[in-house]
């Protein structure tokens, strides 16, 4: 299973940035994990899956801004180990 946290920046918040992103999971498929707001105005991904090349499509999703009213400037990708998830969902 790989798993990795990004950190979204740019204008990511308020524009429907987490809703189209879990649309995107979910269009995609076999992507677990969470996403959320966080204070600096960044949005949090933790993502995994046992298809490498379906994460990889979902990431670059991400970089593309999957809301048509983002704009997202900058993802950091790092490996993460975090709890499996069994789904895909939007956090408080």
């Given amino acids: 299973m790989k798993k990795v946290r990004l950190i979204v920046s740019g204008r990511v918040q308020g524009v429907g940035f987490r809703y189209s992103t879990f ?3 979910e269009e995609i498929g076999d992507i677990f994990g969470r996403v959320w707001n966080n204070d600096d105005g960044t949005v949090e991904i933790l993502a995994q ?11 670059q999703g991400v970089r593309k801004g999957p809301s048509p009213w983002s704009k997202v400037t900058y993802v950091d990708v790092s490996i993460a180990n975090f709890k ?5 969902r939007m956090a408080n």
């Fill in 49 to 59: 899956s046992n298809n490498s090349a379906k994460l990889s499509q979902f990431i």
């Fill in 84 to 88: 499996d998830f069994t789904d895909f």
């Fill in 23 to 25: 649309n995107l999971a």
